[in-house]
């Protein structure tokens, strides 16, 4: 009796094996980076993505428009997570990243077209993403990270970008300012948009921005030298005891109850005025009566805070958020020099200003919602990539410099390789080449002259990039240009897109449940 195949996947489940595998696969990777190609560099194009409910985004940044595309292949996914990590690494670089990626990707498929073994072919591009590691450390400049480096390399990065009327030149030195007065500390910047004025507009405010306007109308919109508390209190009767079941049998108990409410909700506006406090942030709410009582003790207090501009708040006025109104120690409580309310437009801003701590906003303005989302995102990139140009005091010419320069030592490294896995190390530096082709490409320059030209550059000895200008490009010193990245980004970028490519060509067998 011959044996009977054991089925151990279900009807639905869908098995694709070997080569028609790593192709599904890195077609769908390949597809994914084709689509963000066109945003690459100063002269790359915007993309508009609309979403199922028709929301839109227009952008430039590869990391949103990965995200905003509702990619469900598995292998593309992989492209997307390429971008991701990038940004969550080092907050730039993603196209680059995903870019790479997939020319990586192409690369594998002619070889293994040609019959190499994918894991020859994994085994190349980790030699090959290890010396570029190194070229990258080479082509690190020597000089100090000051503060004209940090603007060249947060300008670099805005580059190309919609930023609406300001020059990115202007918003560079308000991103150095907002990284020199949060010490160097990322996480004390935040960027707060808002609508109605033009992006020329944009100020870094020292301290906090928040999208909060006073629980009571006739609170105060102001107080200087404030003494702040942070609160996590529910502002409220701890238990209603009109509302409760039990029976209310006359007029004089109806009376005593709400009176004994009333006191309670008194009590705490007294508690928190014989504390000497000028302004109350809450994270949780504060019962109207409350906020009435607050306000006519000239207390300004906000409510339903969030928690991000709870930790904000703590941070930049020194206070230690309370869980009880009972008992408030001054230690408790923060400073702050200048606690106001703003109005634009429909909204009113609430802004914590002076305060002792290192804490910044760089309050973005624009037209409208779209230009100061992307103004926004903008922002967010250069803030990232002068904290890390800072950080690590490492940067490297930009404008494809950098990666011709990896791309030559990979090639010249590529020769002690024996065997077949030479050809996956050289395909690597074939690879990098997309980068500075593609940004040509989009500056509307020869992509082959553009490369011919930047090599024979670098073989000369010079340092070359190709510099965009208004609307055309040239080979020029990108250093001299000021043209900067940090170091990091590269290296992340090399090594994001590696992993995420080997990863992919090692899968022969892809099994789908329904
Ligand atoms: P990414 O998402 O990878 O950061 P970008 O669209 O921001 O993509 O482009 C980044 C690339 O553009 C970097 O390699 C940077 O060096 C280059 N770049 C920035 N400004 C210029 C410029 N003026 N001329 C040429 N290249 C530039
Ligand atoms: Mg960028």
């Known amino acids: 009796m011959g044996a009977q195949p054991v089925v151990v996947l279900s009807d639905d489940s869908e098995r694709t094996h070997g080569r028609d595998a790593q192709k599904m696969n890195i077609a769908a990777g390949k597809a994914v980076a084709e689509a963000v190609r066109t945003t690459l560099g100063p002269r790359g194009m915007d993309k508009m993505l609309v979403s199922d409910s028709g929301d839109v985004v227009i952008t430039n940044d590869g990391a949103t428009i990965l995200n905003e595309m509702d990619i469900e292949h598995p292998a593309a996914q992989m492209i997307v997570e390429v971008a991701e990590t990038q940004e969550d690494e080092v907050g730039d670089g993603t196209t680059t990243a995903s870019v790479l990626a997939g020319q990586l990707l192409s690369e594998a498929e002619d070889l293994l077209e040609q019959d190499v073994h994918p894991t020859t072919v994994v085994e190349g591009y980790h030699e090959a993403a290890r010396i570029a590691g190194e070229a990258i450390e080479a082509e690190t400049l020597d000089a100090d990270v000051d503060d004209d480096t940090l603007t060249e390399v947060a300008v670099t990065s805005m580059t190309g970008k919609g930023t609406g ?8 030195e308000i991103v150095v300012n907002a990284i020199r007065s949060a010490g160097g500390d990322r996480d004390e910047v935040r960027v707060h948009t808002q609508t109605g004025a033009s992006s020329s507009a944009t100020e870094l405010v020292q301290g906090v921005v928040l999208d909060e306007e ?3 109308a006739a609170m105060p919109r102001e107080a200087e030298d404030a003494s702040v508390a942070v609160l996590d209190v529910e502002l409220d009767v701890r238990e209603s005891e009109i509302d409760a079941e039990y029976n209310v049998t006359s007029v004089d108990q109806l009376q005593t109850a709400i009176e004994s409410e009333e006191s309670e909700l008194r009590g705490y506006a007294d508690a928190i005025e014989a504390a000497g406090i000028d302004v109350v942030f809450n994270e949780d709410d504060i019962e109207d009566r409350v906020a009435s009582h607050l306000a006519d003790r000239g207390i300004l207090a906000f409510d339903g805070l969030d928690s991000d501009d709870v930790s904000a708040i703590l941070e930049a006025t020194g206070a230690s958020q309370l869980v009880s109104v009972d008992d408030i120690e001054a230690d408790d409580l923060g400073t702050a020099d200048h606690v106001r309310t703003a109005r634009f437009g429909d909204d009113e801003l609430a802004f914590v200003e002076g305060a002792e701590a290192e804490n910044v906003t760089v309050f973005a303005r624009g037209g409208t919602e779209h230009v100061v989302n992307e103004l926004e995102r903008a922002l967010t990139d250069a803030l990232d990539v002068a904290s890390t140009a ?3 005091g490492q940067v490297v010419p930009g404008a494809g410099h950098t990666e011709i ?3 030559d030592r990979i090639r010249a490294e590529a020769a002690s390789v024996s065997g077949r896995k030479q050809l996956a190390v050289e395909a690597f530096a074939d690879a990098l080449d997309i980068l500075p082709r593609t940004l040509a490409e989009n500056a509307g320059m020869d992509p082959i ?11 000369d000895g010079e340092r070359a990039g190709l510099i965009v200008e208004g609307r055309t490009g040239a080979v020029r010193d990108p250093v001299e240009q000021g043209v900067l990245d940090p170091a990091a980004v590269k290296k992340e970028a090399v090594e994001s897109a590696a992993e995420a490519a080997t990863m992919i060509v090692r899968i022969d067998d892809v099994i789908a449940a329904n």
């Open 405 to 407: 320069a990896i791309a």
């Open 165 to 172: 009327d300001v020059t990115t030149e202007r918003l560079a």
């Open 214 to 216: 006073p629980a009571h």
């Open 390 to 392: 800072l950080d690590t």
């Open 449 to 459: 002259d553009a490369l011919v030209d930047l090599r024979a550059a670098y073989e």
